[in-house]
Nanobody, 116 residues
Framework: QVHPVESGGGLVQPGGSLRLSCAASGSDFNLYTMGWYRQAPGKQRDLVAVITNGGSISYAASVKDRFTISRDNAKNMLYLQMNTLKPEDTAVYYC??????????WGQGTQVTVSS
């Protein structure tokens, strides 16, 4: 099992940057596909970016070229660098860990608000 805990959210002006972190306590972090999802009020939870245990990366079209996902397996950490933030990026951001044998785990979420 892993237990993701997000941090790094906050209020930022349009055009600004934030870096989200996800600390995943537990074992075998390196075996998990890790992802960032977000959910805006009244909307479904959507995939933002994902990085597999092999290092393959995918982004939602809306964040490609602005966001960068990365992981540090030695520290059991997942990151999301968010640049050129827009008001439509406002949402609760969730960290997810998934492995076909070990299960599916979610963090509690961190609020990101982009507003002037």
């Amino acid at each position: 099992q892993v237990h993701p805990v997000e941090s790094g959210g906050g209020l930022v002006q349009p055009g600004g940057s934030l870096r989200l972190s996800c600390a995943a306590s537990g074992s075998d972090f390196n075996l998990y596909t890790m992802g960032w999802y977000r959910q805006a009020p009244g909307k479904q939870r959507d995939l933002v970016a994902v990085i597999t245990n092999g290092g393959s990366i995918s982004y939602a079209a809306s964040v490609k070229d602005r966001f960068t996902i990365s992981r540090d397996n030695a520290k059991n950490m997942l990151y999301l660098q968010m640049n050129t933030l827009k008001p439509e990026d406002t949402a609760v951001y969730y960290c997810n860990a998934w492995n076909i044998d070990h299960g599916d785990y979610w963090g509690q979420g961190t609020q990101v608000t982009v507003s002037s």
